[in-house]
């Protein structure tokens, strides 16, 4: 049967398998089961089950009827009424069916519910109707393939950073073109004051891959701790290796963020492999964040120790550590304490949310600075700290319910304070904090025992 020109079919099948990586045996497949909906939508009769053949390299096709093999405890014969609600016998149906001694006068060895085949008369004529038929069934055949080659490619690609281009913008949302598919980078996972252009090359970690009704859907996030991890493993073989491992990690994305690793090997200081040579590794990663920075600090089994680490790079005098309240009481000098707290709290509110310590910081004279909760993730006076335990997951970011769902705190700015050691750049009412400074009334004559004057300025 010349229906079809098997030059350009056969030339369609090679490029489908080329560009869209569909095999030649499913779009053969899903041919053949189209032409056998054509033929029944035809020729065929109610209930009629019709098989079809085709072989590309020759066009030869052939149609079948199949009937199944039943008995009288599978179907009940057409004079035959139902028992009543636990007869679940279908009704006979010579298109569909054939009985037992039948088939087996066919074929000796027939079994029930196994197909046996009749040969249908060829015909070429399907139509325009059907030929339509053939090619929506075909079409959603490609789909399936398609979508099924994507989901397979893809979903081994999870956790895992991929390039695409901007493509467009809706409602928030980009779509990035990956070549094979569209992916979408959502809103509440792009990084805050990032501007794209159309075109414009987007690298993203690939979050997870969902296979829906309307297609698939592959999400992207350039906010989630782990892209961070990601880019410093491109960047530093000592991770890519494992001699060096992320112990934790918590972001406020395009601000700044934290990360505290761990190095199994003692002759590797696991900072200075992130940061590296002149801070060449840092920068690099700092700079595909659009300036976000990063305070790499070292992991330590001792939380007197890693509480410490966590506050850089403000320098700590003293720590308490209240085990039954889960809470470590850190004292700074008065020059530190900007940097320990961090413009709106940002230092202090990232270290107890990477460490899961509530933290309070205090002052020389024993006066209390700010309190944070790894919770809330917010300044607050120590008295109006809930209690509460925060669980950290093995990259860094807090646990929750729903993966995609974790909490986003308001960004306050960078931490200017870190490039000037002495300058106090807090601000009570933006911090949301009680704030009590000591002003000392510098002499010539360093053994003059008069105290300082201290100035309360309370909250508004």
């Known amino acids: 049967m010349a229906l079809f020109d098997l030059k350009i079919l056969n030339s369609a099948l090679d490029e489908l398998q080329t560009e869209r990586g569909i095999s030649r045996e499913s779009v053969v497949e899903a041919l053949a089961t189209a032409l056998a909906a054509a033929y029944r939508r035809e020729y065929?009769?109610?209930?009629?089950?019709?098989?079809?053949?085709?072989?590309?390299?020759?066009?030869?096709?052939?149609?079948?009827?199949?009937?199944?093999?039943?008995?009288?405890?599978?179907?009940?014969?057409?004079?035959?009424?139902?028992?009543?609600?636990?007869?679940?016998?279908?009704?006979f149906n010579p298109e569909q069916h054939i009985m037992i001694e039948d088939a087996r006068r066919i074929k000796r060895d027939a079994q029930l519910d196994e197909e046996i085949s009749f040969p249908l008369e060829m015909r070429d004529d399907f139509g325009r109707i059907a030929a339509q038929a053939a090619k929506q069934v075909i079409m959603q055949k490609i789909r399936e393939a398609e979508r099924a080659s994507i989901i397979s490619e893809y979903g081994e690609r999870e956790g895992s950073i991929v390039t695409g281009h901007v493509q467009r913008f809706e409602r928030g949302n980009l779509y990035v073109d990956l070549g094979r598919a569209t992916a979408i980078l959502p809103y509440d996972e792009q990084i805050p004051g990032e501007r794209y252009r159309q075109g414009e090359r987007v690298r993203a970690l690939l979050l997870r891959v969902d296979e829906g009704v309307r297609g698939t859907f592959i999400r992207l996030s350039r906010s989630h701790p782990k892209f961070l991890t990601k880019l410093f493993e491109a960047e530093v073989p000592e991770m890519a290796n494992g001699t060096v491992e992320v112990k934790g990690i918590v972001r406020e994305p395009g601000s700044r963020a934290k990360i505290a690793v761990h190095s199994i090997d003692e002759h590797v200081d696991p900072v200075g492999a992130l940061v590296g040579q002149r801070g060449v590794r840092v920068a690099v990663v700092t700079s595909e964040l659009g300036g976000e920075k990063i305070d790499v600090v070292e992991w330590s089994e001792t939380p007197s120790d890693f509480v410490k680490e966590a506050l850089k790079?403000?320098?700590?005098?003293?720590?308490?550590?209240?085990?039954?309240?889960?809470?470590?009481?850190?004292?700074?000098?008065?020059?530190?304490?900007?940097?320990?707290?961090?413009?709106?709290?940002?230092?202090?509110?990232?270290?107890?949310?990477?460490?899961g310590w509530k933290i309070d910081i205090r002052s020389m004279g024993g006066e209390q600075v700010a309190a944070v909760d790894p919770i809330v993730a917010e300044v607050k006076p120590a008295?109006?700290?809930?209690?509460?335990?925060?669980?950290?997951?093995?990259?860094?970011?807090?646990?929750?319910?729903?993966?995609?769902?974790?909490?986003?705190?308001?960004?306050?700015?960078?931490?200017?304070?870190?490039?000037?050691?002495?300058?106090?750049?807090?601000?009570?009412?933006?911090?949301?904090?009680?704030?009590?400074?000591?002003?000392?009334?510098?002499?010539?004559?360093?053994?003059s025992s008069e105290k300082p004057d201290e100035v309360e300025v309370d909250k508004e």
Not at 401 to 429: L, R, S, Y
């Open 44 to 91: 065929g009769k109610r209930g009629q089950i019709v098989r079809a053949t085709f072989n590309p390299e020759t066009g030869d096709m052939e149609f079948r009827q199949a009937k199944i093999v039943v008995d009288e405890t599978l179907v009940r014969k057409e004079d035959e009424e139902s028992a009543g609600d636990e007869d679940h016998r279908s009704r």
């Open 313 to 355: 790079p403000a320098q700590v005098i003293s720590l308490e550590l209240i085990e039954d309240e889960n809470r470590a009481i850190v004292q700074v000098a008065e020059d530190q304490q900007s940097l320990a707290i961090g413009r709106g709290g940002q230092n202090v509110r990232l270290a107890a949310r990477l460490t």
């Open 383 to 447: 008295e109006e700290t809930a209690d509460a335990h925060m669980e950290i997951a093995p990259d860094g970011s807090i646990k929750s319910d729903d993966a995609f769902g974790q909490v986003k705190t308001d960004i306050a700015g960078d931490d200017d304070a870190a490039t000037d050691m002495g300058e106090m750049t807090a601000d009570p009412q933006s911090q949301n904090r009680d704030v009590v400074s000591e002003s000392e009334n510098e002499t010539t004559d360093k053994d």
